[in-house]
């Protein structure tokens, strides 16, 4: 008897610490919680971040880089061609850094010459709408990755955040983001429209910067900047802007123009003192040196309100060429993203109904002037903003839902 | 010794049936408890900047059917450095009144201690809410048309009308939120 009840205790004592311990999906909960910052009701679970970059590495190889369910730097990549095999996850050495991988604020890589690649990301800091530029810089190709380094020299705790970075064609890192250090002093009587657009530049691959440079002020605060090189190599950069004080349309200048050399390129004219959270697209047109462009707004269309998605393309010094305006044939496209090889350009977007998202293509083959619609992929439930990734004539989507990176090769 | 164990064992039963009993209540009264919130029955300010409750795709229509009139909600991200100014317009009219329609704040993309950290900012909050499940799907449930930019902000009136503007309200919809009281 004494046997049995010892051996019903110990039962009832293991079965008693097994409900104690939090099950798996909770940990991050529990880890949250135990920070000093702020306590929470909300346990129930965490939204994953799905945010992801895509690559295709010089070697034909598709590469992605987000964070897992732990929160860790991953990358890994498949080769394209043929069935998509993702290769192990590898988790990166991010220190204790914590890592932006929701909607327009993701994870980057990019591959240059000299196999150099980088890997960078917005840090959030504690105070809110803060951040440093990290950056992961590897000389072998990716196959190994530094510790993690901030970009810029400005280290004040304020808006450093939704980088873009890219090689140019003579294998120079340019690195691009939203600041906020030409804010006045709080209290000041003094008022500055939006944000800043700052950019510095690498030589090496990211081993040493030149010092921050401003590419403009008053850009929106919350938007990605899109990214180009023209015929020449040189990068050119759109991004949303606040024009006089509060229309928020597009703006397009040479990456490495003098400071607020800039081409307004879209003329929504949307007067909102807001954060859309969506940013342009920006495409070479070979054919022109043009570029196609595709972004968010909501301009007036007989006296209402119309949000839409729209395309256009741009002459080469970043006008808007007014007769090439389209609306894309979704209402509730999201998130466009656009590339362009020779006469072939593709669009991709997201579009959700309830807890139901499609992948949507429109692919031209005669430089925008005709587009076919196409139905790429569904998903339910949590997914990510369609990435593309293009090497030469080769382009395909990443998007990535909860279980993985899905590939789908753009056919024209 | 005999007695001991069963008295451990009881002891023992007793924890775990109440671990078990408090998670199965957590579980089945989430959203009533949530809808209680909404119902009026927000906290008072001090705690309402501690805490942060979940929003799904039911709780809009529960909101708008059950929640306090007149009231209103802006919805926020963490990375919207416009909201703060939209919500004091929000609470500059209503600061001087005798009784203050709640202000929400709704959260859409952090929960959490990360959602709290911005409840500074929103000086006046009655309470903060976090979006809880796929954010897509629970913007459509506040407004099809609403194409995810912010602040968005939903003013209920006495009756339970409500007007809807992307930005800071206009001088015009907030008169006509606190006539209609």
């Given at each position: 008897?004494?046997?049995?009840n ?14 104690a311990?939090?099950p ?25 971040q799905?945010?992801t970059?895509a690559a ?19 990358v ?5 061609g043929?069935a ?11 220190g204790?850094?914590?890592?932006a ?6 994870p980057?890589?990019?591959?240059g010459p000299?196999g ?47 980088e ?13 983001w939203?600041d ?20 510095n530049?690498?030589?090496?691959g ?6 921050d440079t ?7 605060e919350c938007?990605r900047i899109g990214?180009a ?22 703006a ?6 003098p ?8 003329h ?8 859309p959270?969506?940013?342009?697209g ?40 007014p ?8 209402a509730r ?22 807890a139901?998202t ?6 031209s ?19 990510d903003?369609?990435r ?25 | 010794m ?8 009881v ?10 009993a408090?998670a199965a ?27 942060v409750?979940?929003?799904?795709e ?9 929640g ?5 909600y802006?919805?926020t991200?963490?990375y919207?450095?416009?909201c ?9 009219a209503v ?9 929400n704040?709704?959260?859409m ?7 709290l ?10 309470q ?12 459509q ?10 602040p ?12 809807r ?14 006539l209609?009281?």
């Amino acid at each position: 008897m004494n046997i049995l009840n010892r051996w019903c205790a110990l039962s009832i004592l293991a079965v008693a610490i097994l409900c104690a311990l939090p099950p798996a999906g909770a940990q991050n909960t529990a880890k949250e919680a135990a920070k000093p910052a702020a306590s929470s009701q909300h346990a129930r679970h965490q939204r994953p971040q799905l945010a992801t970059g895509a690559a295709i590495a010089p070697d034909g190889r598709l590469w992605v880089v987000g964070l897992n369910a732990q929160a860790q730097l991953f990358v890994q990549s498949t080769s394209l061609g043929g069935a998509v095999q993702w290769s192990e996850a590898r988790i990166l050495n991010t220190g204790s850094d914590p890592i932006a991988a929701d909607g327009e604020s993701r994870p980057k890589i990019v591959f240059g010459p000299n196999g150099w690649a980088v890997i960078s990301y917005t840090m959030p800091l504690a105070k809110p709408y803060t951040g440093f530029i990290r950056m992961l810089r590897s000389s072998d190709g990716g196959q190994t990755f530094s510790a993690p380094f901030t970009v810029h020299q400005d280290r004040q705790e304020i808006t450093h955040r939704f980088e873009s970075v890219a090689f140019d064609g003579q294998g120079v890192l340019h690195t691009l983001w939203v600041d906020k250090r030409d804010q006045p002093p709080k209290g000041s009587a003094q008022k500055y429209a939006g944000a800043a657009i700052y950019r510095n530049e690498s030589q090496d691959g990211g081993q040493t910067f030149g010092s921050d440079t401003k590419v403009a002020d008053h850009s929106c605060e919350c938007c990605r900047i899109g990214l180009a090189r023209n015929p020449q190599g040189q990068l050119q950069a759109t991004w949303r802007h606040v024009f006089d004080g509060q229309t928020r349309d597009h703006a397009f200048a040479s990456v490495g123009a003098p400071a607020n050399r800039i081409t307004r390129s879209t003329h929504d004219d949307w007067q909102i003192n807001a954060c859309p959270h969506h940013g342009p697209g920006l495409a070479l047109n070979a054919g022109t040196s043009g570029y196609h462009t595709v972004w968010f707004g909501i301009r007036k269309v007989n006296g209402q309100d119309q949000p839409a998605v729209r395309y256009a393309r741009l002459n080469a010094q970043g006008e808007p060429l007014p007769e090439t305006l389209r609306v894309l044939p979704d209402a509730r496209a999201e998130h466009a993203d656009v590339m362009a090889d020779g006469q072939n350009v593709a669009v991709v977007w997201r579009s959700s109904e309830g807890a139901q998202t499609t992948l949507k293509a429109w692919l031209s083959t005669d430089s925008g002037q005709n587009f076919t619609l196409k139905t790429l992929g569904q998903a339910t439930g949590y997914n990510d903003h369609p990435r593309l990734a293009q090497s030469g004539a080769r382009m395909v989507v990443v998007w990535r839902n909860t279980q993985e990176p899905q590939v789908h090769d753009i056919r024209f | 010794m005999t007695s001991v164990f069963k008295n451990t064992a009881v002891a023992i039963c007793t924890a775990v049936l109440g671990l078990s009993a408090s998670a199965a209540w957590a579980q089945v009264h989430h959203h009533a408890q949530q809808h209680a919130h909404l119902q009026g029955q927000a906290a008072a300010s001090t705690r309402a900047q501690r805490t942060v409750l979940p929003f799904d795709e039911t709780s809009w229509a529960h909101a708008l059917q059950h929640g306090p009139r007149p009231a209103a909600y802006l919805f926020t991200t963490s990375y919207c450095s416009t909201c703060p100014a939209a919500f004091a317009v929000l609470h500059d009219a209503v600061k001087n009144r005798a009784a203050k329609p709640p202000l929400n704040a709704v959260m859409m993309d952090v929960s959490g201690p990360q959602a709290l950290r911005h409840a500074r900012h929103f000086k006046g909050m009655t309470q903060m809410y976090a979006f809880d499940g796929f954010e897509p799907a629970i913007r459509q449930a506040v407004d099809p048309n609403w194409p995810n930019v912010t602040p968005y902000v939903v003013l209920v009136d006495g009756k339970g009308h409500t007007q809807r503007v992307i930005g800071p309200p206009s001088p015009d919809m907030l008169r006509r939120w606190l006539l209609a009281h």
